[in-house]
């Protein structure tokens, strides 16, 4: 039993002095940051400083807080590994608590002078994207808000890295049991990763696509304020289409009730004209076929545009382009517009729907259905075509834009196939992933440019940012008919992502930068990439002309493509249709 005495004893001993705030908080934020280690710091601070670098296009506050939290983490993860393999290979030295102080309180005094400068040199580089594409300047405020936002990145995906760490150590430590240590370390680390890697792909490829698709049908139920049912039987969805309104899908109504009609064409051309035709099917219309593969559900709906084109006649037509959409069916009105306005109307346009998915999700979970929508509807269209008198038949084109661009050239071998089987095609913003596209710029002539390739001195196949380059190509030739144009800007993302530029710096990096970049631009490893993957996001909502907006210039490249020579007759159908975007 404790005696009265030594309870009064302890009761009466002096309680430990409280520490000062100020000290109690120093201390604490010294043991905070004991979790970290300085080399992954310093290589964060290197990191960071890259991140706020220019890039393709101007980029939101938040969003720019994202790519530079990704970037610190990645610097982060970098240093420390610099510091693991330092280690490991014998290189070690032990410092003195003093040192050690000091090195701290000399990251943070360099810290304090970099981080602020920084921001200020990321908002004056934001000002200059944004000049070069013509948007208003932003403000200088905005930016400390990029450094809250990239701190939260940071620790979020610090803590998620973290935590797989300790999943790896926990499988380490059953494995050892049966492996030697290094090895079991080595199999840990490789099966912890390749678990996050197929979860992802899982996630992207599957669940994306399975929860996505339920609201995205939904929308696609949906019709835009002003679009109404067609009643020119050239028109699917119309009384007289074998393709119900109902069937066509978002998209689709809108693709089939717009577009101009004869009177419209003949009011800015002052020639006679004829309504466009444009023949549409609807993925809706395949509930009933959904036991069959992705090949063979677009095959069928290939089917009945070709029946839609037999109705209306499009065969006796002077021009029959075939569409490939985007995802959940869009068709880009201005490039259709377009030929359809120089054709006089003597047209006809045939597009397809292969997905609920709008292009983002589509672009994550499935490059599948656009490779073989795009390749069903051209082949069904050409066997039919291609049965037809040479001489009376009508010019067959093709044309796509963006995830539309990708599916439409896949139905294509090379660039020799597509002048031999087409009469002129026009690819719009084509994706870095497509496969054709890479293939030509990849045999480029040598001199040329990526962002801008020659290709066999111009004679079939040119690359454009704007009109001008089709004629103005450097160290191009005549140019002959079939003609094929690739359209895309130097500033849009959509044609420059590749996850090649996590390691490599790509040609277009290494050569003059186009007009509409920063020339201050430059390749850093990992950084570069998530600077181009964040600029992807608002990509399209840039003044004509720049980023992945493509709007009426088509009129220019589709008279290049057709051979028409009256540039006032262009002139005029340009400012027609500018004028109504306006």
């Given amino acids: 039993m404790t005696s009265t005495t030594d309870r009064t004893t302890n009761d009466s001993a002096p309680e430990a002095p409280s520490l000062p705030l100020p000290t109690r908080l ?311 517009a377009s030929l359809e306005f120089l054709s006089d109307g003597n047209s006809a346009i045939a597009a397809m729907q292969y997905s609920f998915l709008a292009s983002p999700l589509a672009f994550l979970a499935d490059r599948v259905s656009p490779r073989n929508a795009g390749r069903a509807l051209f082949e069904a269209v050409y066997d039919r075509w291609n049965g037809l008198d040479p001489e009376t038949r009508p010019k067959l084109l093709a044309f796509g834009e963006s995830l539309g661009s990708y599916g439409g050239q896949s139905a294509f071998s090379g660039a020799q196939d597509m002048i031999t089987r087409t009469d002129g095609a026009l690819w719009v913003g084509t994706p870095n992933f497509s496969e054709q596209w890479r293939r030509i710029t990849d045999s480029r002539d040598p001199g040329s440019r990526e962002i801008l390739p020659v290709i066999y001195g111009g004679q079939n196949v040119r690359f454009a940012a704007t009109p001008a380059d089709l004629t103005y190509l450097d160290g191009a030739g005549d140019w002959d008919v079939p003609r094929v144009v690739y359209w895309q800007h130097p500033s849009d993302p959509i044609v420059w992502w590749s996850t090649a530029l996590i390691r490599n710096r790509p040609d277009w990096l290494r050569e003059e930068r186009g007009a509409d970049i920063d020339q201050g631009m430059s390749w850093i490893p990992f950084v570069t990439f998530w600077q181009v993957t964040l600029d992807m996001v608002f990509a399209a909502e840039v003044p004509d002309g720049h980023g992945h907006a493509y709007t009426t210039e088509a009129v220019y490249f589709w008279a290049d493509i057709l051979g028409i020579e009256d540039e006032a007759r262009v002139q005029t159908i340009f400012d027609a249709l500018s004028s109504n975007e306006r």
């Fill in 26 to 336: 120093r201390a604490g934020m010294l043991r905070w940051l004991g979790r970290f280690h300085p080399v992954g710091l310093a290589c964060a601070l290197l990191f960071y400083c890259w991140s706020l670098s220019p890039s393709l296009l101007p980029r939101a506050w938040y969003l720019q807080g994202v790519a530079t939290g990704i970037s610190v983490v990645t610097g982060y993860g970098v240093g420390v590994l610099i510091a693991w393999g330092v280690r490991k290979c014998g290189f070690t030295t032990r410092w003195s608590h003093t040192q050690k102080k000091v090195g701290w309180y000399a990251l943070g005094a360099i810290a304090l002078v970099i981080v602020p400068t920084f921001l200020v040199l990321g908002s004056w580089w934001q000002d200059i994207s944004r000049g070069l594409v013509g948007v208003e300047a932003g403000s200088s405020w905005d930016y400390p808000g990029v450094l809250l936002v990239a701190i939260l990145v940071f620790l979020i995906l610090l803590t998620a890295g973290r935590g797989l760490r300790r999943v790896a150590q926990a499988l380490t430590r059953l494995v050892v049991r049966v492996l030697p240590v290094q090895v079991a370390r080595a199999v840990s680390v490789v099966v912890v990763g390749l678990v996050v890697v197929l979860a992802v792909e899982g996630i992207l490829s599957v669940e994306i696509a399975r929860i996505a698709n339920g609201s995205a049908m939904t929308v696609d139920e949906g019709t835009p304020d002003g679009v109404v049912q067609p009643q020119a039987p050239e028109r699917s969805g119309s009384d007289a289409s074998f393709e119900p309104w109902d069937s066509l899908g978002r998209e689709g109504r809108t693709f089939v009730a717009g577009g101009p009609t004869a009177a419209e064409i003949t009011a800015v051309t002052g020639e006679p004209a004829m309504t466009p035709i444009r023949a549409y099917a609807g993925y809706r219309s395949l509930d009933e076929l959904e036991e069959r593969s992705d090949l063979e559900q677009m095959e069928v709906l290939a089917a009945r545009v070709v029946a839609e084109l037999e109705r209306t006649g499009a065969f006796t037509r002077d021009y029959l382009a075939v569409a490939t959409t985007t995802g959940r069916g869009w068709v880009d009105q201005d490039v259709a």
